[in-house]
């Protein structure tokens, strides 16, 4: 029962060491708080235990330096906590540009994951040591929370939206992944492991081993799209716009029935009634599903709504394709 | 009855007899034992769940129960013991017997209304415990959606309505408070004359009355998405899944303010009587119970840092997590500093109330580990957030509420406890606590996410400490429950004033008479005046 007992966790990415100095700080002053009035409340019960029964102290009403000054240390102190805290967070919500992308897709009771040249792994993700990777989730039903505790990174899985996180590995081996939000039944059953390698190994890896039978899964009538060996994620993507005619009219050029594709990812959109979004992700697969939604300025609302009509995967197939015609201008500064 | 008493003839006690005259009585001090008895009741029930999960725990691979009735054990033991064991503890059993006692009056603004209270209490947990019985919740007590309202199929509807009916009786006893706390004070008895105590449960009825009303509406969208299927949190029919987690904590943060202020409320009152010393800094800590009800509403987000809530939003929220930390310390301070040169005596409700401080420390400073946002990246949903909410409402808030009900014990029946098992059970409640809990900051860290029937093989040892811990605990609690039943019988007669002590509640005979007090007191000194004895006797 003893082996393997350990008392502090793996530290396996670039944000880990950060996470853990802020922890000890914290714990220092925790702890330094803890023993002074743990020891003055000792202290002081021992030295003015009462002697007589009828031995009535002095009166000490309140001292307002005192009070001030245990008011403005203590805030000094948090104040000093919350800005190394928000410096934290700053660094685990903004993924360095040039990462590489994986997808994520939480389902009751495993993780789905995709890689960009179509690989697929179900509870298990290979990635390079060394390299930033971006993740970017979605849930299939209910609230997921993708949490590698060697990496310190965790972040809610949403159904309807897409969430982000990312980490580089500093060292090799295996680690936990958890779900960490309860989604039911077999939430605790819900873990896999990050598995991070040499680049030359990963590469190795990427081009040997035969993928496993990953299950696509079906939504409504319409028969899977068969994933060819080697295939892209984007090319996947392709073929499905093909197969459900978006192509009939979104067109490369302007003059289609629909507003052309091209460039359009991260491009500020403008709406009917004159709001703008900008196009990321989330907006891109509301337009898919629900198109009603948010209809974009100068096209007739005629595009049919695809909810219940695709799954997660093949959203993020159809996704990576639309990113992967180019990206526009990214306007405005969204962590 | 074999021991010689004397007892006051007349109380309110054997005012009257028979089970309709407690059942339809109006006195605050009856309603009192109606709630002692039903909330002991599901403290019970709510640890008999939390046993049965440290069993489970004790081996990794989740043999002991299946996983779904796992999830029912956990969520059933935060449902009992949040809604209806912490939530009304302090404030119904102790608030309603001490609030008009300390304050000179009779009785409550609306007696009928108190007893009201109680009955909906009564048949909002009877729905739950029914809920319970015919088949369990899984949701866990926070209800996420859209798993509450579309993917679990136990019994949600069921207990959310036990939950939303108990509701309104914290409205009514909240509205009672501060209307007997604004009107019925005796002469003389100004605001900044209030025992703490008062005070403390003034903030906690605004926090009731403003509050719980969110809860409803909340829970309500979700029995409307579940049977209707009107989408407000599933995005399958449009709704916003983390819609639900706004609402849901804008009254639970609130709340875990409503189950601590009044602890501290008794922690002050145990702390002045046993030091024999007006409390250091009276209006600092008058205030802080104020500035804690005020500002924490306004920290809910800070449950949700990693909900894909935005960066700027999380900011915010976890600048004012940190200032509200700020009122907690203060009243930390000022019960240290009341000890200093204080005539301490170490007796039960003194030791209950030492030990409060020490583990409401170490509660209150891990919980800066969680509003510091990088940092509760890593720990949020581990056991770190539970042992640090076990801390603040197991170490502190039951630490409080057994020290108060040591301290007024003699009060409410006239007898004494046996002294010598009081002091060895809370010795012990102290030690198992820790022993249960402080191994679950460790497995936190370590990455053990909550709410996991089975776990990896190298989290077993501090889970096995953590359970030994419990079982330590519960024989704790149990002690206490048997020398109480045993002392309505046979404890030594108290006495109107055992403790010495300062405050109305303690000038009239014990038990009280049913009217409180023969003729209305008027106050002429500060509270919790000691000293001043001494000066009219020198
Ligand atoms: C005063 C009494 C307090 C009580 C009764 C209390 C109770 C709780 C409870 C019940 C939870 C768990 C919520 C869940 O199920 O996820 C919690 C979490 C939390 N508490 Fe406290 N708490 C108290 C004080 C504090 C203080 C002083 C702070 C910070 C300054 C704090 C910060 C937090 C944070 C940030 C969380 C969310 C952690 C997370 O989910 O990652 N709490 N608290
Ligand atoms: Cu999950």
């Not at chain 2, 929220?317 to 203060?330: E, G």
């Amino acid at each position: 029962m003893w082996e393997g007992f350990p008392l502090f966790p793996e530290s396996a990415s670039t944000i880990a060491g950060t996470v853990d100095r802020l922890y000890f700080f914290l714990i220092g002053v925790a702890i330094f708080f803890s023993l002074l009035i743990g020891s003055l409340v000792f202290i002081f019960a021992i030295k003015y235990r009462r002697r007589t029964e009828n031995e009535t102290p002095r009166p000490i009403v309140g001292s307002l330096k005192l009070e001030l000054v245990w008011t403005i240390i203590p805030f000094i102190l948090a104040m000093i906590m919350y800005a190394q805290g928000v410096s934290v967070y700053f660094e685990t919500s903004r993924p360095p540009s040039g990462a590489m992308e994986i997808y994520v897709v939480g389902k009751q009771w495993m993780w789905k994951l995709q890689h960009p040249n179509g690989r697929r792994e179900i509870n298990e993700l290979h990635v390079p040591v060394g390299m930033p990777i971006k993740l970017t989730m979605t849930s299939e039903d209910v609230i997921h929370s993708f949490y590698v505790p060697a990496f310190r990174i965790k972040m809610d899985v949403l159904p309807g939206r897409y969430t982000t996180t990312w980490f580089q590995a500093t060292k090799t081996g295996r680690f936990h992944l958890f779900c960490a939000e309860y989604c039911g039944t077999k939430h605790s059953g819900m873990i896999g492991w990050v598995i991070v390698m040499e680049p030359s190994d990963f590469e190795e890896w990427l081009r040997t081993t035969p993928p496993p039978a990953a299950p696509r899964g079906l939504a409504g009538e319409r028969p899977p799209l068969p994933v060819r060996p080697g295939e892209s994620l984007a090319a996947v993507g392709e073929r499905l716009f093909q197969q459900l005619g978006c192509n009939s009219c979104h067109l490369p050029e302007p003059g289609g029935q629909g507003p052309p594709l091209t460039g359009i990812f991260g491009r500020r959109i403008t709406l009917e009634g004159g709001e703008t979004v900008v196009a990321d992700e989330t907006y891109l697969r509301e337009s898919i599903i629900n198109p009603m939604a948010k209809i974009v300025s100068g096209y007739p609302p005629i595009m049919p709504p695809f909810q219940g009509k695709l799954t997660e995967e093949e959203l993020v197939e159809l996704i990576e394709y639309i990113k992967s015609l180019g990206r526009g201008e990214r306007t405005t500064s969204q962590p | 009855m074999s021991s010689p008493v004397k007892l006051p003839g007349q109380h309110y006690l054997n005012a009257a007899y028979g089970i309709k005259s407690w059942l339809l009585t109006t006195d605050h001090k009856r309603i009192a034992w109606l709630y002692l008895a039903s909330i002991t009741l599901f403290f019970f029930v709510g640890g008999f769940f939390a046993v049965l999960i440290r069993l489970e725990l004790m081996t990794p691979q989740g043999d002991l129960v299946e996983a779904e009735t796992y999830n029912k054990l956990f969520t059933m033991h935060g449902l009992f013991m949040i809604f209806f064991f912490l939530i009304p503890s302090i404030p119904a059993v102790l608030g309603n017997f001490l609030v008009p006692m300390m304050i000179g009056a009779p009785d409550l603004a609306f007696p009928r209304l108190n007893l009201a209270s109680w009955y909906i209490y009564i048949a909002g947990a009877t729905l739950a415990l029914v809920a319970a019985v015919t088949g369990g919740v899984d949701t866990g007590w926070t209800f996420y959606t859209p798993y509450s309202s579309i993917y679990s199929n136990t019994n949600v509807v069921l207990a959310a309505l036990g939950i939303f009916i108990t509701g309104f009786s914290s409205i009514l006893t909240g509205i009672n408070f501060i209307v007997t706390i604004h009107k019925m004070r005796a002469p003389g008895l100004t605001w900044f004359r209030l025992p703490l105590f008062i005070w403390a449960h003034y903030a906690t009825s605004i926090i009731m009355v403003l509050g719980t009303p969110v809860l409803a509406v909340t829970i309500v969208l979700v029995a409307i998405e579940r049977i209707f299927r009107i989408g407000f949190f599933d995005p399958a029919l449009g709704g916003d899944p983390v819609l639900f987690q706004h609402l849901f904590w804008f009254y639970s943060h609130p709340a875990v303010y409503i189950m601590i202020l009044p602890g501290m409320g008794v922690i002050s009152e145990l702390v002045t009587c046993f030091s024999r010393k007006r409390i250091f800094g009276y209006s600092f800590v008058a205030f802080s119970s104020l500035a804690i009800a005020v500002v924490g509403f306004l920290v809910w987000g800070h449950h949700m840092f990693v909900s894909s809530q935005s960066v700027y939003a999380s900011m915010i929220f976890s600048i004012l997590s940190f200032v509200v930390a700020v009122p907690s310390a203060i009243k930390v301070f000022n019960w240290t500093a009341t000890l200093y040169k204080g005539s301490i005596s170490l007796q039960t409700p003194m030791l209950y109330a030492l030990g409060f401080i020490g583990l409401f420390t170490i509660g209150g400073m891990t919980g800066l580990a969680l509003a510091a946002l990088g940092l509760d990246v890593h720990v949020h949903d581990t056991y770190f957030v539970v042992a640090h909410f076990h801390y603040i409402m197991v170490g502190g808030m039951v630490m409080a509420y057994l020290g108060g009900l040591h301290f007024w014990w003699p009060k409410m029946t006239g007898r004494m406890y046996p002294e010598w098992w009081g002091r060895l059970s809370a010795l012990i409640i102290f030690v198992g606590f820790n022993l249960a809990f402080f191994p679950q900051f460790l497995l936190g860290y370590l990455g053990m996410p909550r709410r996991y029937h089975a776990y990896p093989e190298e989290f077993q040892v501090l889970n096995v400490m953590s359970s030994a811990g419990a079982s330590i605990l519960g024989i704790g609690y149990l002690i206490p429950m048997i020398y109480f039943i045993w002392s309505m019988r046979y404890g030594a007669q108290a006495g109107p004033n055992p403790w010495q002590a300062k405050g109305l509640e303690w000038q009239t005979p014990s038990p009280p008479p049913t009217e409180n007090f023969p003729i209305t007191p008027v106050v002429t000194e500060d509270a919790y005046a000691y000293s001043q004895e001494e000066a009219a006797v020198v």
